[in-house]
């Protein structure tokens, strides 16, 4: 029961979080709204007991690309006429609610056990992880299987970074 409440708090803060990130109209606020769905998936994969995948995704997308967005639109002045999205009182409650929630999730996801059905048997991460290693369960599927659609990313990612570019240019 308690594992459901976690999931369905972090599929509705990934949801609503990924709601506000598409509809600001601040470049910089939408950005930082997409870190937050980032650490809600992060939470999906912990519960799914993909640490691994769940502290790449913190690392890496969080992280690393996010930084770099952020670089991105604070270089090219995006947005700086506009006023922020929270605003005083009402911004101020929305923060206090959020890390509330994200205090109560964490206080949950470390005193609760999974539930039977979402357990692997006896044994089995040890077996992987002695076999491939943590890291070589996750690569060997990653650049055998998925390379393409890994490959793809990336330069989906980078396509959407120079779009950005030449689109503010055009407004300079």
């Not at 369960?137 to 659609?149: E, N």
């Amino acid at each position: 029961m308690i594992l459901t409440v976690v999931f369905w708090s972090f599929a509705g803060l990934s949801i609503m979080s990924a709601l506000l990130c598409v509809t600001r109209r601040n470049p910089v606020s939408s950005a930082l709204w997409l870190v937050v769905t980032l650490f809600g998936l992060a939470g999906l994969f912990v519960l799914l007991d993909a640490h691994f995948i769940a502290v790449m995704q913190v690392i890496v997308y969080a992280g690393a690309i996010m930084v770099l967005f952020l670089f991105v639109i604070m270089l090219l002045h995006v947005g700086r006429d506009q006023p922020p999205d929270m605003l005083g009182r009402v911004g101020s409650i929305v923060m206090i609610g959020v890390a509330s929630l994200m205090v109560l999730e964490l206080w949950v996801l470390t005193t609760s056990e999974p539930a039977a059905e979402l357990q692997l048997p006896a044994g089995t991460l040890a077996r992987e992880a002695a076999q491939l290693g943590a890291v070589g369960a996750v690569a060997g599927p990653l650049f055998r299987d998925f390379l393409v659609p890994f490959e793809l990313t990336s330069i989906l990612l980078l396509a959407a970074i120079v779009g950005a570019i030449v689109l503010a240019k055009r407004r300079i």
